[in-house]
């Protein structure tokens, strides 16, 4: 009788394997949804439609690039943590994602219980940025001005528990100086305030930026990242002037939990082949992004890593969610 029993439990994994294994060998079999957690136009969107082309030639099926902006991404997010396991269904998700794990309560979803981590993308470098008449012209001077005025000085954000809020809020503790933040609805708005010198300084991600950096209309300060950044190679980093600082922003693919494994490992190879496309690769540096590429393990041990810096910072500078 046990001898059965097993047979049975064994023939039905075989089975179980099998279609999964078949799946993926099928996959994707009808247009695949990509959920971007933000407006047309910002960072997140823009690289989901520069993969979108190559993975819809690739796979003879559409990627309909679907915006779902609102709430801190958290809109956008919950849909996906909603929606069929079978991987046609993806989201673009940046360092929100992580970020909202210690910032928000009574979150709609479970930040590592409901999602499959596929690939981190690329890294999304943040500057400092200020008008060309802005009177520091480095980190040092930055800090100088912000000691010699403390609390005079102000500095610009995409939003309350944003990467540019958390970063400037990291800055102040660790320089020892007062900044005053103000929390623009979203990137474009803190690009215009920052190009209409309304406010004297923003944190942002460097792609919005690099064209008015280029063009001379905006000041690049530093860089919040670990590294500097290929595309403005010689723009310092913040660590090199305050020992220890990083703040990274990244983008990344995920998809909701039980997504089989076979699938998720196919959507990870491809969008790697589509990555390593010089058309891709050119497109996306020109734009300031940094790009990666991953394993699905190696993602998700970046977003629990980051998920817990973020909350120590928050709970240091005392963030609120509004």
Not at 70 to 89: F, L, N, Q, Y
Not at 137 to 158: C, E, F, Q, R
Not at 288 to 313: C, M, N
Request: charged letters at 15%; glycine letters at 10%; aromatic letters at 6%.
């Amino acid at each position: 009788m046990q001898a059965n029993r097993l047979y049975v439990v064994a023939a039905l994994a075989l089975t179980w394997f099998s279609g999964i294994g078949a799946a993926a060998q099928t996959y994707p079999t009808r247009p695949v949804r990509l959920l971007v957690p933000f407006v047309a136009g910002g960072s997140s969107d823009t690289i989901a439609r520069v993969l979108g082309q190559p993975l819809t030639a690739m796979w003879g099926q559409q990627i309909v690039v679907d915006n779902r902006p609102g709430a801190g991404t958290i809109i956008g997010t919950e849909i996906a943590a909603k929606a069929p396991a079978d991987g046609h269904t993806l989201i673009t998700e940046n360092i929100a994602f992580a970020i909202n794990h210690g910032l928000r309560r009574n979150l709609p979803y479970d930040t590592f219980r409901d999602f499959a981590p596929i690939i981190m993308l690329a890294r999304q470098p943040s500057a400092i940025v200020a008008p060309p008449n802005f009177p520091a012209n480095s980190l040092k001077d930055l800090i100088a001005l912000a000691k010699s005025k403390p609390g005079v000085t102000s500095y610009g954000s995409s939003g309350i528990g944003t990467i540019g809020h958390l970063a400037g809020e990291l800055l102040k503790m660790m320089a020892g100086i007062k900044l005053t933040h103000v929390a623009y609805k979203g990137g474009g708005q803190l690009v215009t305030e920052v190009l209409g010198n309304q406010i004297p300084l923003g944190i942002m991600g460097l792609p919005p930026a690099m064209p008015h950096i280029k063009a001379g209309r905006l000041k690049a300060i530093a860089l919040t990242d670990g590294k500097r950044a290929a595309a403005l190679p010689d723009l310092p980093t913040v660590g090199e002037t305050v020992p220890g600082f990083e703040v990274n922003n990244w983008i990344g693919l995920v998809a909701p939990a039980g997504t089989p494994v076979p699938v998720i490992t196919k959507i990870n190879a491809d969008t790697l082949r589509v990555l390593q496309m010089p058309d891709v690769r050119n497109r996306l540096s020109a734009l300031g992004f940094e790009i990666q590429g991953s394993s699905p393990r190696e993602f998700e041990t970046l977003v629990r890593a980051d998920a817990e810096k973020f909350q120590r910072i928050i709970k240091d500078a005392g963030i609120k969610a509004n």
